[in-house]
């Protein structure tokens, strides 16, 4: 099996910054797209960054020129780096990665258990 484990989540003023990580653990042979997702009370899922295996990227519209996403393909890990935090960045974040766990070619698809990001104004 395959887990996603999520970390540097926490408290920050307006203006400040934060990195998250999501290292995947496991059986793995691959792995393809990585992401990360966020969800604040009383608003949908959505996406706020991806990159490819190759390192193609793409952002929300709200957080483009703020965060950048980044990976270690030698570590299986994914990071966000968020500068410029505003209150509504303020969201549970989720990691996502799509995993060739059985050396099959086939991706199943994965997530953390999210990790909290708290902006205060």
């Known amino acids: 099996q395959v887990q996603l484990v999520e970390s540097g989540g926490g408290l920050v003023q307006a203006g400040g910054s934060l990195r998250l990580s999501c290292a995947a653990s496991?059986?793995?042979?691959?792995?393809?797209?990585m992401g990360w997702y966020r969800q604040a009370p009383g608003k949908q899922h959505e996406l706020v960054a991806r990159?490819?295996?190759?390192?193609?990227?793409n952002y929300a519209d709200s957080v483009k020129g703020r965060c950048t996403i980044s990976r270690d393909n030698a570590k299986n890990t994914v990071y966000l780096q968020m500068n410029s935090l505003k209150p509504e960045d303020t969201a549970v974040y989720y990691c996502?990665?799509?995993?060739?766990?059985?050396?099959?070619?086939?991706?199943?698809?994965?997530w953390g258990q999210g990790t909290q990001v708290t902006v205060s104004s």
């Open positions: 996502n990665a799509w995993v060739d766990y059985s050396g099959t070619y086939r991706l199943d698809n994965y």
């Open positions: 496991g059986s793995i042979f691959n792995i393809g797209a």
């Open positions: 990159i490819t295996l190759g390192g193609s990227t």
